[in-house]
C-alpha cells in the first residue's frame, strides 16, 4: 500500500473515530442537560407541590389533634403511614414529638428554613413548619437505593439507538466520501475515464457530480492536448526532416541559392507554425477573457478586411463587406479579431484568382451574425465539421491550392466559443460559407 493510501486510510478511519467522538458528546451533553431540566423541574414544579402536600398533612394532623385527642392524632400518623409508607410525625414548635414527648429537633432546619429535604444513613427526611410557628411536621422514609439502576435499562436503550443512528450516518457519509476519494485518487493515477457513482441529491451527490463534469472537462482538455501535441510533433517533423536535407544540399551543392531557399521556406513553414500554437495557447489562457470590453464588430470587421488588402490585391481578388451590426458585443476584442480575421484569411486562402470573397455582417435579437463566403472549391460534406480540428486538411483541392499550419479554423473556434458562439461551415456551390455567431451585449448601451 502507498504512502497516500495508508494516509487516506487513516483519515479515514479518522472521521469514523470523529463520530463515535460525537456520539459521546452528544450524549454526554444531553445527559447534562437532562440533569438540569430535572433539578429545574423539580425545584420549580414537582418540589412545590409536594410542599403543599405537606401543608395539607400538617394541617390534617393538627386538626385531629385540636379536634380530638391524641388518639384521634395516632390514628391520623397511623393512616399516614399505611399510605405513604414510612413515619409521619407532628412536633411542636421546639421539635418535641406531640405523641411520645420524644426529642426530634436534630432533624429539624436551622432558622430561618421553614421546610427542609434531606437523606441521611439511608433514610430521607422532610420536615414542614406551619405559618404560626407553632408545629412541624416531619415525614421518614427509607431511601430507594434502587431506583437509578431501575432506569439503566431505558439508558441502554437511548444509548443503543442512538449509537445505530450515528453509525447509519457514519455509514451514509464517510462510505461515500471515501468511494469519492477512490475515484479521485484513481483520476489522479491516469485513470481519466473512471467517474463518481451517484444517485444522491443531497451535497454528497453534488460532490460527486462536481467532480464528473470537472473530470469530464479535463479529460477532453487533457486528451486534445495529447492529440494537439502528437498532431504539433508530426507538422514538425517533415520540415525539420527537409531542413536537415537541405543543410546537408547547401554544405555540398554547387547551387547554394535553392538549398537556402527550401531553408526559408521551411523556416517560415516553422515560424508559422510556432505562432500559430502561441496564439492557441493565448485563446485558452485563464485570462483570456479577463480584458473584456463592450466591442463594435464593424470596427473590427473594417480593421481585419484593411489588414488583409495586401494579400487580396495580390490574388487578384477583392473583399464585399454587406451589412451591419449596430449593436455591441461584450468580450475580448483581441479574440474576436483573431476569430474574424483567420476565418477571412481562410477564405482569401481557397478563392479562385480574380474572384470575390463576401463578408456579410447582420443581427437578430440577441445575436450578431458573420458570414464569410469564398467561391473557392469547397470541402466533402462529412469534412464540414472537422475543418476546425487543429492540423486537420482536406485531401483535396483546397489542401492543394492553400496550406497554413492548420490551426488558422481551430483558434478561430475557441475564441468564439470562449464568447459562448458558435461557429459553422457549409457548402455554398460554389465555395465554402462560415458562419461566426455571438450573442450581443445585453446592457443598454450608448450609441
Not at 305 to 312: F, K, M, N
Not at 365 to 393: C, K, M, N, Q
Not at 397 to 418: C, E, F, N, T, Y
Not at 423 to 441: D, F, S, V, W
Request: charged residues 25%; glycine residues 8%; proline residues 4%.
Amino acid at each position: 500500500m502507498s504512502l497516500p493510501e495508508r494516509t487516506e486510510r487513516v483519515r479515514l478511519r479518522s472521521l469514523y473515530f470523529a463520530s463515535f467522538v460525537a456520539l459521546l458528546s452528544v450524549l454526554a451533553v444531553s445527559f447534562l442537560a437532562y440533569q438540569a431540566i430535572s433539578k429545574r423541574v423539580q425545584k420549580t414544579t414537582i418540589d412545590p407541590v409536594f410542599d403543599r402536600a405537606d401543608e395539607v398533612q400538617l394541617q390534617g394532623a393538627r386538626g385531629a389533634l385540636q379536634a380530638g385527642n391524641k388518639q384521634a392524632l395516632e390514628d391520623y400518623e397511623a393512616n399516614l403511614n399505611r399510605i405513604f409508607g414510612g413515619s409521619h410525625y407532628l412536633l411542636d414548635a421546639h421539635g418535641i414529638d406531640v405523641l411520645t414527648g420524644q426529642d426530634r429537633s436534630a432533624l429539624l432546619p436551622a432558622p430561618p428554613s421553614v421546610q427542609s429535604r434531606f437523606q441521611l444513613q439511608g433514610r430521607s427526611f422532610i420536615t414542614h413548619r406551619s405559618q404560626d410557628g407553632r408545629y412541624w411536621f416531619l415525614a421518614v422514609g427509607v431511601v430507594n437505593r434502587s431506583g437509578i439502576w431501575s432506569f439503566l435499562p431505558y439508558y441502554f436503550l437511548v444509548i443503543g439507538a442512538t449509537g445505530v443512528l450515528f453509525w447509519l450516518a457514519a455509514v451514509g457519509v464517510v462510505g461515500p466520501i471515501r468511494r469519492i476519494a477512490g475515484t479521485i485518487a484513481l483520476f489522479g493515477e491516469g485513470n481519466l475515464g473512471i467517474r463518481v457513482d451517484t444517485r444522491r441529491e443531497d451535497e454528497i451527490g453534488q460532490l460527486g457530480r462536481s467532480f464528473n463534469d470537472m473530470a469530464m472537462r479535463l479529460e477532453r482538455l487533457i486528451v486534445s492536448e495529447r492529440r494537439l501535441l502528437s498532431d504539433i510533433s508530426h507538422e514538425l517533423r517533415s520540415p525539420l526532416a527537409r531542413l536537415k536535407f537541405a543543410t546537408k544540399l547547401a554544405r555540398t551543392s554547387p547551387d547554394t541559392k535553392y538549398a537556402l531557399d527550401r531553408i526559408e521556406r521551411d523556416v517560415d513553414r516553422i515560424t508559422s507554425l510556432v505562432t500559430d500554437i502561441l496564439e492557441i495557447n493565448f485563446v485558452e489562457g485563464s485570462s483570456a477573457l479577463e480584458d473584456t470590453q463592450l466591442v463594435h464588430v464593424g470596427t473590427i470587421v473594417d480593421e481585419v478586411v484593411q489588414d488583409a488588402t495586401v494579400e487580396v490585391q495580390f490574388r487578384g481578388c477583392t473583399i464585399k463587406v454587406a451589412g451591419q451590426i449596430a449593436r455591441q458585443i461584450l468580450g475580448n476584442r483581441e479574440l474576436l479579431r483573431r476569430a474574424i480575421e483567420n476565418v477571412l484569411r481562410n477564405g482569401i486562402r481557397y478563392a479562385p484568382e480574380n474572384s470575390q470573397i463576401h463578408l456579410t455582417m447582420m443581427e437578430d435579437a440577441s445575436h450578431a451574425i458573420i458570414t464569410v463566403r469564398d467561391f473557392g472549391p469547397g470541402v466533402p460534406t462529412e469534412a464540414l465539421t472537422r475543418i476546425f480540428d487543429p492540423f486537420f486538411r482536406v485531401e483535396e483541392a483546397r489542401d492543394a491550392m492553400g496550406g497554413g499550419s492548420g490551426l488558422g479554423l481551430s483558434i478561430a473556434k475557441r475564441a468564439v466559443h470562449l464568447h459562448r458562439g458558435n461557429i459553422a461551415a457549409e457548402n455554398a456551390h460554389p465555395g465554402l460559407r462560415m458562419r461566426i455567431t455571438i450573442p450581443l451585449a445585453t446592457m443598454p448601451t450608448s450609441g
